[in-house]
């Protein structure tokens, strides 16, 4: 089984990892390149964003991962995969494996047509094996994917896109 711990491979999320696509509620493995995911800038706009890339596509493989629990959202992802967080007045990204209970991270909440993000605490943070290997780049390097805000890049694919410049 590949171990994807300390980022040392790009496993990224697991197939139960659901998106907001245009045409509503999507898992990763359904999106194409050319479809749009649900994404945010730095001012926590929040809109579609175009899938550029589909690095990982694997469904019938295991591997290791994170469970993030929040007050009312679940996420598995890999240990060196970017949450948003918020420390104070500052948000940052920080690596799954770095999460902690009581860590704010930004959700999704959804009420009619309106999209809003909203703060809440980290509950636990538990290793969990998880079914698939799943990972997309959308344009605005950012998704969010079981309503919690992340970016689209782990720090394995960083440290590689910074080697190759």
């Known amino acids: 089984m590949p171990n994807n711990s300390g980022g040392s491979s790009c496993c990224c999320f697991a197939s139960n990892t659901v998106t907001t696509s245009r045409t509503g509620k999507t898992y990763l493995d359904e999106l194409k390149e050319g479809d749009e995911a649900l994404s945010f800038d730095d001012n926590g706009n929040i809109f579609f964003s175009k ?19 929040t007050e009312t959202k679940r996420l598995v992802i890999s240990h060196g995969h970017f949450v948003l967080v918020k420390n104070g007045k500052n948000t940052y990204y920080k690596k799954a494996q770095d999460i902690e209970k009581g860590d704010i991270v930004f959700v999704l909440v959804i009420e009619g047509d309106t999209k809003i993000r909203v703060e809440e605490p980290v509950m636990a943070v538990e290793e969990v094996e998880g079914e698939g290997i799943f990972n997309v780049f959308t344009k605005s390097g950012r998704i969010i994917a079981n309503d919690i805000f992340l970016s689209a890049h782990m720090q394995r694919c960083i440290q590689i896109l910074f080697i190759r410049s």
């Open 51 to 69: 899938v550029w890339c589909i690095t990982h596509h694997v469904k019938d493989s295991k591997a290791n991962y994170l469970q993030i629990d």
